[in-house]
Nanobody, 123 residues
Framework: QVQLAESGGDSVESGGSLSLTCVINGKLDSVGYWGWFRQAPGEEREGLAAIDYNDKTTYEDSAKGRFTISMSAAKDRMTLRMKRLKPDDTAMYYC?????????????????WGQGTQVTVSS
């Protein structure tokens, strides 16, 4: 089993920045890659960025250029740095881990999830 816990969510003004952290525990050798997702009320969960064991990254189009995913060398702490935030970025943000080896931004490919951290961007 793999346990994940997010932190760093906050309320910020449009144009601001935030850094989210995901602490990862458990059977880390079960994981092939990790990802960040978000879900706004009434919307489907959306994949933002993924990173594999070799630190290869994949980004969803809306995240490119504004969001940066990174992973510690020990694979136990993942970060999502976000800049130029907009009201449309308001959502619950989740980190997740997948047992597969080919990076994907589809929520169905991830087996382990954190509880989420709220990001609110005001105009």
């Amino acid at each position: 089993q793999v346990q994940l816990a997010e932190s760093g969510g906050d309320s910020v003004e449009s144009g601001g920045s935030l850094s989210l952290t995901c602490v990862i525990n458990g059977k880390l050798d079960s994981v092939g890659y990790w990802g960040w997702f978000r879900q706004a009320p009434g919307e489907e969960r959306e994949g933002l960025a993924a990173i594999d064991y070799n630190d290869k990254t994949t980004y969803e189009d809306s995240a490119k250029g504004r969001f940066t995913i990174s992973m510690s060398a020990a694979k136990d702490r993942m970060t999502l740095r976000m800049k130029r935030l907009k009201p449309d970025d308001t959502a619950m943000y989740y980190c997740a881990a997948s047992p597969w080896s080919c990076a994907s931004l589809s929520p169905s490919d991830f087996d382990w999830w954190g509880q989420g951290t709220q990001v609110t961007v005001s105009s």
